[in-house]
Protein backbone atom coordinates (compact mmCIF):
# COMPACT_ATOMS: atom_id res chain seq x y z
CA UNK A 1 0.00 0.00 0.00
CA UNK A 2 2.91 2.00 1.04
CA UNK A 3 4.19 1.54 -2.72
CA UNK A 4 0.90 2.33 -4.95
CA UNK A 5 -0.90 5.20 -2.71
CA UNK A 6 1.71 8.28 -3.78
CA UNK A 7 0.75 7.17 -7.12
CA UNK A 8 -3.48 6.49 -6.70
CA UNK A 9 -3.16 10.23 -4.61
CA UNK A 10 -1.72 11.83 -7.82
CA UNK A 11 -4.14 10.30 -10.25
CA UNK A 12 -7.14 11.05 -7.88
CA UNK A 13 -6.19 14.84 -7.95
CA UNK A 14 -6.17 15.22 -11.79
CA UNK A 15 -9.68 13.24 -12.17
CA UNK A 16 -11.48 14.18 -8.70
CA UNK A 17 -13.86 16.21 -10.37
CA UNK A 18 -14.79 14.24 -13.04
CA UNK A 19 -17.49 12.33 -11.23
CA UNK A 20 -17.83 9.63 -13.67
CA UNK A 21 -13.86 9.31 -13.47
CA UNK A 22 -14.14 9.30 -9.70
CA UNK A 23 -17.13 6.76 -9.34
CA UNK A 24 -15.09 4.07 -11.26
CA UNK A 25 -11.62 4.86 -9.97
CA UNK A 26 -12.86 5.02 -6.04
CA UNK A 27 -14.53 1.75 -7.40
CA UNK A 28 -11.56 -0.16 -7.97
CA UNK A 29 -9.32 1.50 -5.20
CA UNK A 30 -11.09 2.83 -2.38
CA UNK A 31 -9.71 0.46 -0.41
CA UNK A 32 -5.80 2.32 -0.71
CA UNK A 33 -7.96 5.61 -0.54
CA UNK A 34 -10.04 5.18 2.37
CA UNK A 35 -10.37 9.01 3.61
CA UNK A 36 -10.52 10.14 0.07
CA UNK A 37 -13.63 8.13 -0.81
CA UNK A 38 -15.26 9.25 2.77
CA UNK A 39 -14.44 13.27 1.62
CA UNK A 40 -15.82 12.44 -2.06
CA UNK A 41 -18.69 10.90 -0.88
CA UNK A 42 -19.79 13.74 1.57
CA UNK A 43 -18.87 15.82 -0.88
CA UNK A 44 -21.45 14.35 -3.31
CA UNK A 45 -23.93 14.63 -0.51
CA UNK A 46 -23.62 17.92 0.62
CA UNK A 47 -24.75 19.16 -3.22
CA UNK A 48 -28.28 17.33 -2.51
CA UNK A 49 -30.50 19.40 -0.61
CA UNK A 50 -32.02 18.65 2.76
CA UNK A 51 -36.09 17.39 3.05
CA UNK A 52 -37.73 18.70 6.10
CA UNK A 53 -40.58 16.82 6.19
CA UNK A 54 -40.24 13.08 4.67
CA UNK A 55 -41.78 9.84 4.91
CA UNK A 56 -39.94 6.67 4.23
CA UNK A 57 -40.74 3.49 2.77
CA UNK A 58 -38.83 0.50 3.46
CA UNK A 59 -40.19 -1.80 0.85
CA UNK A 60 -38.77 -3.58 -2.37
CA UNK A 61 -39.01 -6.62 -4.46
CA UNK A 62 -36.65 -9.17 -4.96
CA UNK A 63 -33.72 -8.54 -7.83
CA UNK A 64 -34.64 -4.85 -7.75
CA UNK A 65 -31.42 -3.75 -7.12
CA UNK A 66 -29.60 -5.92 -9.75
CA UNK A 67 -29.25 -2.91 -11.66
CA UNK A 68 -29.16 0.88 -11.89
CA UNK A 69 -27.25 0.83 -8.39
CA UNK A 70 -26.85 3.96 -6.96
CA UNK A 71 -23.24 4.96 -7.24
CA UNK A 72 -22.65 6.31 -3.65
CA UNK A 73 -24.61 3.21 -1.96
CA UNK A 74 -22.59 0.84 -4.19
CA UNK A 75 -19.28 2.80 -2.87
CA UNK A 76 -20.23 3.22 0.36
CA UNK A 77 -21.27 -0.11 1.08
CA UNK A 78 -17.55 -1.13 0.38
CA UNK A 79 -16.87 -0.20 4.13
CA UNK A 80 -19.86 -2.39 5.33
CA UNK A 81 -16.83 -5.55 4.97
CA UNK A 82 -14.77 -4.19 6.75
CA UNK A 83 -14.07 -4.03 10.86
CA UNK A 84 -12.70 -0.40 10.85
CA UNK A 85 -13.18 2.93 12.32
CA UNK A 86 -14.47 3.88 8.91
CA UNK A 87 -17.60 1.98 9.23
CA UNK A 88 -19.35 4.14 11.31
CA UNK A 89 -18.77 7.07 9.37
CA UNK A 90 -20.30 5.14 6.16
CA UNK A 91 -23.09 3.86 8.12
CA UNK A 92 -23.86 7.97 8.75
CA UNK A 93 -22.87 9.02 5.26
CA UNK A 94 -25.50 6.88 4.07
CA UNK A 95 -28.32 7.62 6.33
CA UNK A 96 -27.67 11.25 5.90
CA UNK A 97 -27.53 10.95 1.98
CA UNK A 98 -31.24 9.11 2.54
CA UNK A 99 -32.11 12.15 4.20
CA UNK A 100 -31.95 14.24 1.00
CA UNK A 101 -32.99 10.98 -1.01
CA UNK A 102 -35.75 9.69 0.81
CA UNK A 103 -36.64 6.95 -2.37
CA UNK A 104 -33.27 5.49 -1.74
CA UNK A 105 -34.06 3.82 1.73
CA UNK A 106 -35.16 0.00 0.54
CA UNK A 107 -31.95 -0.09 -1.71
CA UNK A 108 -29.82 1.32 1.73
CA UNK A 109 -31.67 -1.78 3.56
CA UNK A 110 -30.94 -4.16 1.12
CA UNK A 111 -26.99 -3.49 0.86
CA UNK A 112 -27.11 -3.59 4.94
CA UNK A 113 -29.16 -7.40 4.51
CA UNK A 114 -26.12 -7.99 1.78
CA UNK A 115 -23.07 -6.97 3.29
CA UNK A 116 -23.77 -7.14 7.26
CA UNK A 117 -25.67 -9.50 8.29
CA UNK A 118 -24.30 -11.99 10.70
CA UNK A 119 -21.73 -14.03 9.50
CA UNK A 120 -18.92 -16.66 10.95
CA UNK A 121 -16.21 -13.98 10.19
CA UNK A 122 -17.72 -11.45 12.66
CA UNK A 123 -17.29 -14.13 15.70
CA UNK A 124 -13.78 -13.12 15.97
CA UNK A 125 -14.67 -9.36 15.91
CA UNK A 126 -16.75 -9.72 18.61
CA UNK A 127 -19.76 -8.41 15.88
CA UNK A 128 -18.16 -5.45 15.82
CA UNK A 129 -20.21 -4.71 12.56
CA UNK A 130 -23.38 -5.46 13.55
CA UNK A 131 -22.98 -3.37 17.33
CA UNK A 132 -21.61 -0.56 15.19
CA UNK A 133 -24.89 -0.53 12.45
CA UNK A 134 -27.41 -0.76 15.94
CA UNK A 135 -25.65 1.17 17.86
CA UNK A 136 -26.53 4.03 15.69
CA UNK A 137 -29.84 2.88 15.01
CA UNK A 138 -31.23 2.60 18.50
CA UNK A 139 -29.22 5.87 19.53
CA UNK A 140 -31.54 7.68 16.31
CA UNK A 141 -34.61 5.60 17.96
CA UNK A 142 -34.08 7.32 21.77
CA UNK A 143 -33.91 10.57 19.72
CA UNK A 144 -37.18 9.86 18.21
CA UNK A 145 -35.52 10.32 14.39
CA UNK A 146 -37.73 9.75 12.16
CA UNK A 147 -35.73 7.81 9.63
CA UNK A 148 -33.47 5.66 11.95
CA UNK A 149 -36.15 4.74 13.78
CA UNK A 150 -38.16 3.43 10.79
CA UNK A 151 -34.80 2.04 9.80
CA UNK A 152 -34.13 0.27 13.01
CA UNK A 153 -37.98 -1.52 12.98
CA UNK A 154 -37.61 -2.37 9.13
CA UNK A 155 -33.91 -4.37 10.10
CA UNK A 156 -34.24 -5.87 13.54
CA UNK A 157 -36.96 -8.06 11.88
CA UNK A 158 -33.57 -9.24 10.13
CA UNK A 159 -31.13 -9.39 13.05
CA UNK A 160 -33.16 -11.33 15.67
CA UNK A 161 -33.20 -13.98 13.14
CA UNK A 162 -31.16 -17.48 14.26
CA UNK A 163 -29.79 -18.31 11.18
CA UNK A 164 -28.57 -16.33 8.31
CA UNK A 165 -27.79 -17.67 4.43
CA UNK A 166 -24.23 -16.64 2.84
CA UNK A 167 -23.38 -16.58 -0.59
CA UNK A 168 -19.56 -15.99 -0.89
CA UNK A 169 -17.67 -15.88 -4.11
CA UNK A 170 -14.52 -18.42 -4.51
CA UNK A 171 -11.44 -18.14 -6.46
CA UNK A 172 -11.53 -19.55 -10.53
CA UNK A 173 -14.97 -17.75 -10.50
CA UNK A 174 -16.41 -20.24 -8.03
CA UNK A 175 -19.25 -19.60 -5.38
CA UNK A 176 -20.01 -21.10 -2.01
CA UNK A 177 -23.09 -21.35 -0.21
CA UNK A 178 -23.61 -22.18 3.84
CA UNK A 179 -25.86 -20.78 6.23
CA UNK A 180 -23.92 -19.17 9.82
CA UNK A 181 -25.97 -19.83 12.95
CA UNK A 182 -26.32 -17.17 15.51
CA UNK A 183 -24.25 -18.64 18.68
CA UNK A 184 -25.65 -18.04 22.16
CA UNK A 185 -23.11 -16.27 23.84
CA UNK A 186 -22.95 -13.15 25.71
CA UNK A 187 -22.18 -10.72 23.00
CA UNK A 188 -25.28 -11.79 21.17
CA UNK A 189 -27.48 -11.94 24.27
CA UNK A 190 -26.06 -8.07 24.66
CA UNK A 191 -26.98 -7.56 21.14
CA UNK A 192 -30.86 -9.07 21.40
CA UNK A 193 -31.29 -6.91 24.60
CA UNK A 194 -30.73 -3.95 23.49
CA UNK A 195 -32.96 -4.51 20.68
CA UNK A 196 -35.88 -5.53 22.91
CA UNK A 197 -34.88 -2.86 25.65
CA UNK A 198 -35.21 -0.85 22.90
CA UNK A 199 -38.75 -1.93 21.41
CA UNK A 200 -40.10 -2.07 25.15
CA UNK A 201 -39.28 1.60 25.58
CA UNK A 202 -40.22 3.17 22.39
CA UNK A 203 -43.42 0.59 21.83
CA UNK A 204 -45.74 3.45 22.61
CA UNK A 205 -44.60 6.70 20.28
CA UNK A 206 -44.57 4.12 17.34
CA UNK A 207 -47.16 1.14 17.97
CA UNK A 208 -47.38 0.31 14.45
CA UNK A 209 -43.69 -0.30 13.53
CA UNK A 210 -43.51 -2.17 17.08
CA UNK A 211 -46.26 -4.41 16.61
CA UNK A 212 -44.98 -5.42 12.85
CA UNK A 213 -41.80 -6.04 14.38
CA UNK A 214 -43.37 -8.37 17.71
CA UNK A 215 -45.38 -9.78 15.03
CA UNK A 216 -42.84 -10.90 12.69
CA UNK A 217 -40.64 -12.26 15.19
CA UNK A 218 -43.26 -14.64 16.56
CA UNK A 219 -44.01 -16.18 12.88
CA UNK A 220 -43.43 -19.79 13.24
CA UNK A 221 -40.06 -20.81 11.00
CA UNK A 222 -37.76 -23.90 10.77
CA UNK A 223 -34.50 -22.72 12.16
CA UNK A 224 -35.07 -21.77 15.70
CA UNK A 225 -32.72 -21.73 18.17
CA UNK A 226 -34.15 -23.19 21.43
CA UNK A 227 -31.28 -21.73 23.49
CA UNK A 228 -31.82 -18.00 22.24
CA UNK A 229 -35.30 -18.37 21.85
CA UNK A 230 -35.52 -18.96 25.52
CA UNK A 231 -33.15 -16.33 26.08
CA UNK A 232 -36.08 -14.14 24.31
CA UNK A 233 -38.77 -15.20 25.87
CA UNK A 234 -38.66 -13.25 28.96
CA UNK A 235 -38.43 -9.50 27.01
CA UNK A 236 -40.78 -10.72 24.26
CA UNK A 237 -43.43 -11.77 27.46
CA UNK A 238 -42.31 -8.45 28.87
CA UNK A 239 -43.25 -6.04 25.66
CA UNK A 240 -46.90 -8.15 25.79
CA UNK A 241 -47.30 -7.22 29.55
CA UNK A 242 -46.80 -3.62 29.11
CA UNK A 243 -47.94 -3.08 25.70
CA UNK A 244 -50.86 -5.24 24.09
CA UNK A 245 -54.29 -5.81 25.27
CA UNK A 246 -57.22 -8.45 24.74
CA UNK A 247 -57.89 -6.63 21.70
CA UNK A 248 -54.64 -7.08 20.01
CA UNK A 249 -54.94 -11.04 19.90
CA UNK A 250 -57.25 -12.40 16.97
CA UNK A 251 -58.83 -16.49 18.15
CA UNK A 252 -58.41 -18.03 14.78
Known amino acids: ?108 IHKIRELLIFDRDDEHNDFYRQKTLFNILIEGVNKNDELLSTTFYELSKTFLSYKFQQFKGGSNNSFYHYQYPVPNNNTIQEFRTKIWETLDNNFASRPEMAFKLLKNYSRVHPDVNNEIMEFDIPFVLNIINNHLSIENFETL
Open 1 to 108: MDKIKPDLVNYWNIIRVENDKSFDFLNSFWFYLQDHTLVFTYQQIETFPKIEEATFDTSYENNQFNYNKDNLIELLGNFFRLNSKYLKDSIELLFEYVTRKPEKLPEL
